[in-house]
């Protein structure tokens, strides 16, 4: 038998390495934050803590939108206001912009009696959703907090997230939300997909039956595009933004720190504009909006009117989203309609090409050139590098390693969503047991391995490496509930990736940090797919 004493020492170590236990879990934050620093105690925070701000414009909004979370799942708010000088049970939250701290970095000091927030750019909105995260998962008016010392900032700059409106649309509020998802990640840009085969999405005045016909299929495949056998309902499905509802949308996005890139596809991918507009083809139609999924033949053609209609499309398009970037697809162009196209060889006479190829980079350069002279930079999926690359353009490379050399090489930037990691369309689990996909096999385990920085890169090609995007394309996701089983968990696997530092990045701490996370995506109502236990 041991002495009392030594029973009674025991029990106490078992409780205080339980209770270290709790206060490490407690700091489930995605994604994980650059240098933390556990303090003993705790700060509580209830409906009287008071928010003082330096600027009501700045931080007094990002303040203002804590706010509306609290409101939102706990019931209360917190009163803001401007003053240098502090009661305790505060939090003091202050814009800062000292040159040697990185861009959107941000300091979180949960300290005694007081919240300590400086960030600089978007840090102060990231602080808070770090905060966000530390709250408890269920309703209530008193919150235990952890003190904790935190110093956080991205390693890459482009953390996106993109989404196909084309195949199934979203309605405005599921874009918000879509937003909200991002953003509480401290991801910063959304991609946001508008033309394809299948639907035209946004409102152009000039070209109104791009949206009353574009907008509108009458049927869609059911089933996958590789059964043998094709089956289609005779549904008529579609919709598409009005400007008053993309302004409102950049609005909301811009206030959660996130830029939105729209993305108008051509010359390939535009057979709803096609079955709109028919003169803007190779053979003059008459064209169908797509209803079942994959390449088509007829594409935009070369002719001047073409390019002409674009650029009045992008004109109207590049008022509307105040972003630096317009992308503008270049992917999965056939060139068959082109081949035997008179309007077509006329160019090519004129240009002096020798054959279909180098009317596509045609495309890309001459459109490229109307956006860039409005002061903006374009994006082009990979395949604008087959020929040419157009001055300036940006490579988003879902091909992979090779492609992103090569550009970086070429001394263009690089935004990194190969299809091995990037695409969450792709099943995450057996495809026997999971909901119908595109095909793939990208697990979340896979997704967190990605390292955005090619294998075989310099240092130098590595400057060109803006950072990376998820993509989903939602041919088989037909709607919210399944878009967010898509990207849920692993749009926050990817958010560490862009986000973390690697040394600070170890899958089994992953998991077990996410165990304990989505209790907060239960209380929000996520439908995320369910952990493997
Ligand atoms: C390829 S990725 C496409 C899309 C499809 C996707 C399906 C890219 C630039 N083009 O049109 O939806 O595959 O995964």
């Not at 079955?275 to 079942?292: L, Q």
């Not at 105040?322 to 006479?349: A, F, N, Q, T």
């Amino acid at each position: 038998m041991k002495p009392m004493k030594e029973i009674l020492l025991l029990i106490y170590m078992i409780v205080m390495s339980m209770s270290v236990f709790g206060q490490k879990q407690i700091l489930s934050v995605f994604p994980n934050p650059a240098e933390t620093t556990l303090v003993k105690g705790r700060f509580i925070l209830t409906s009287a803590t008071k928010i003082y701000v330096d600027n009501l414009e700045t931080s007094g909004r990002d303040a203002e939108l804590f706010n509306e979370y609290l409101l939102k799942y706990y019931s209360f708010s917190l009163d803001i206001s401007v003053s240098q000088r502090y009661d305790s049970n505060a939090i003091i939250i202050r814009t800062i912009t000292e040159q040697d701290m990185p861009d959107d970095a941000y300091r979180l000091d949960v300290s005694n009696g007081f919240i300590i927030i400086e960030g600089k750019g978007a840090g102060v909105f990231y602080a808070l959703q770090t905060l966000i995260q530390m709250l408890p998962p269920y309703k209530t008016d008193v919150f235990k907090l952890q003190r904790i010392k935190i110093y956080d900032y991205p390693q890459y700059k482009w953390r996106g997230m993109h989404l196909d409106v084309c195949r199934h649309f979203f309605t405005v509020e599921e874009i918000k939300k879509y937003i909200d998802h991002i953003s509480f990640y401290k991801m910063n840009v959304f991609h946001w997909h508008l033309t394809d085969d299948q639907g035209w999405r946004i409102q152009i005045d000039k070209f109104p039956k791009l949206t009353s016909i574009g907008g509108y299929r009458n049927g869609t495949l059911i089933g996958h595009a590789k059964d043998t056998v094709k089956k289609y309902d005779t549904i008529r499905y579609g919709g598409y933004y009005t400007k008053e509802q993309i302004r409102d949308i950049v609005a909301y996005a811009e206030r959660r720190h996130v830029m939105i890139v729209p993305e108008i596809e051509m010359p390939g991918h535009s057979l709803a504009a096609l079955s709109a507009y028919p003169e803007y083809s190779c053979t003059g139609g008459p064209f169908e909006v797509a209803k079942s999924w994959g390449v088509f033949e007829d594409v935009f053609c070369t002719k001047d009117k073409t390019i002409h209609f674009l650029e009045d499309v992008l004109s109207e398009v590049m008022d509307l989203f105040p972003g630096k970037y317009i992308h503008l697809g270049g992917d999965e162009c056939s060139k068959v309609r082109w081949e035997k196209c008179p309007e077509c060889r006329k160019v090519m006479k004129r240009e002096g090409f020798k054959n279909t190829g180098q009317l596509q980079h045609y495309v890309m350069r001459t459109i490229g050139k109307f956006v860039s002279s409005k002061g903006k930079t374009i994006i082009g999926w990979d395949e604008i590098l087959e020929e040419k690359l157009s001055p300036g353009a940006v490579v988003m490379a879902w091909h992979g390693d090779s492609v992103a050399t090569a550009a970086a090489n070429l001394k263009h930037d690089v935004i990194m969503c190969p299809t091995d990691y990037c695409y969450f369309d792709y099943y995450q689990g057996d495809s026997i047991t999971e909901p119908l996909a595109i095909g793939g096999n990208t697990t979340l385990e896979k997704v967190y391995s990605f390292d955005p920085a090619p294998k075989k890169i310099t240092p130098e090609q590595r400057k060109y490496i803006l950072g990376g995007q998820g993509n989903v394309w939602t041919e088989y996701i037909s709607d919210f509930k399944q878009l967010e089983y898509m990207v849920f968990p692993r749009m926050i696997a990817l958010s560490e990736v862009l986000w973390s530092k690697t040394e600070n990045r170890a899958y089994e701490s992953f998991d077990r940090r996410l165990q304990k996370h989505v209790s907060l995506l239960d209380m929000y109502r996520v439908n995320y797919r369910r952990l493997n236990k």
